[in-house]
């Protein structure tokens, strides 16, 4: 048996799903292939909304994306809550990022010199002024950047949003495998299933995640180099006794490990996260909880006295420069839309937008030209 649609979306990630969403809206008749629509990557991101904070040397590019999508992050969320009645736990509560020794605080005054020659705003604060922010945060700390434009999400609510928008939108959703890309006369026309159905499809986009390098029938040399990258991550409950615990998102580099604190409004407080390079493998390891405990309890000491209450690890898509892969491939009618690595939760309404505009037009939108996977193929062609 086999069905169509003109868009087929491979993968039910947040990533898949704002596509497919944001596809039909345009009119495309669309569906999306995965066994289990909702999940992925979303069920163990933190959501950090932080173009600001998270902004890396060499990474400027990527930066302005990142922008432009914070930008949308405020109309997109108020949409997507007015159409599906899910609240997205999307908070504008800002973030701290501190130093908790000479070293850190040395990174952290060279972070900032970047973020103020980026044109980006985030402020100095000495050690007594975050504690005035933050009364948890420990005696130690040295100093520290507030950066008030710097958000947070909930990526479940998230992704259960979007299944609920996809769906009264009219996307098809298939639960089940893709085995293979169908490619006939040239042009990619769908793929077959595990169970061996056919879904046809005009236009094909590839959004896996982590997984995406590894469907069958891609041309090689149009594979995209995405890798799983595992991160461990920690939930905890602040009691209400201990309410209010912390007021924003607290990040810090301890010992030369990135560790994050999100608090939410229901009471979860949220730490991540590890960064292994260790293949599929998705073990929650007692080193990783071990050591994330360790260094948010040098950021905040209190953290101790709070219930454990989960323990998950999942797999970031990362790509060789750790941005994403948007858009048209070498192959007619094949999309890309994975490689997100860290800013998959960040970088979704910016995607959603940039790939409904590419399955019309063939085209990326200006401000995601610079992320097509052709620049790959092009930076290994001789000089």
Known sequence: MSRTSDVLVVGGGIIGLVTAWRAAQRGFATAVVDPGPGGGAAQVAAGMLAAVTE?????????????????????????????????????????LAVALDADDRAHLRELHALQQQSGLDSQWLSGRECRRLEPMLAPGVRGGLRVDGDHQIDPRRLAAALVTACERAGVRFDREWAERLVVERGRAAGVLTRSGVLLGAGQVVLAAGSRSGQLAGVPDDLLPPVRPVKGQV???TVLKRYAPFLNRTVRAVVRGSHVY??????????????????????????????????????LVPGITELPLTETRAGLRPGSPDNAPLLGPTGLDGLLLATGHYRNG?????????????????????DEASPFTPKRFALSEQPV
């Open 55 to 95: 902004l890396h040397y060499g990474e400027q590019t990527l930066l302005g994306l990142n922008l432009a999508s914070a930008r949308r992050y405020p109309e997109f969320a108020a949409e997507l809550t007015d159409l599906t009645g899910h609240d997205l736990g999307y908070r504008q509560c800002g973030t």
């Open 234 to 236: 920690l939930r905890l």
């Open 261 to 298: 604190l999100v608090p939410r409004e229901n009471g979860e407080l949220v730490v991540g996260a590890t960064s292994e390079e260790l293949g599929w493998d998705t073990t929650v390891t007692a080193g990783g909880v071990y050591e994330l405990l360790r260094d948010a309890h040098e």
């Open 345 to 365: 939760v960040l970088l979704t309404p910016v995607t959603g937008d940039a790939l409904a505009h590419a399955l019309a037009t063939g085209e990326l939108p």
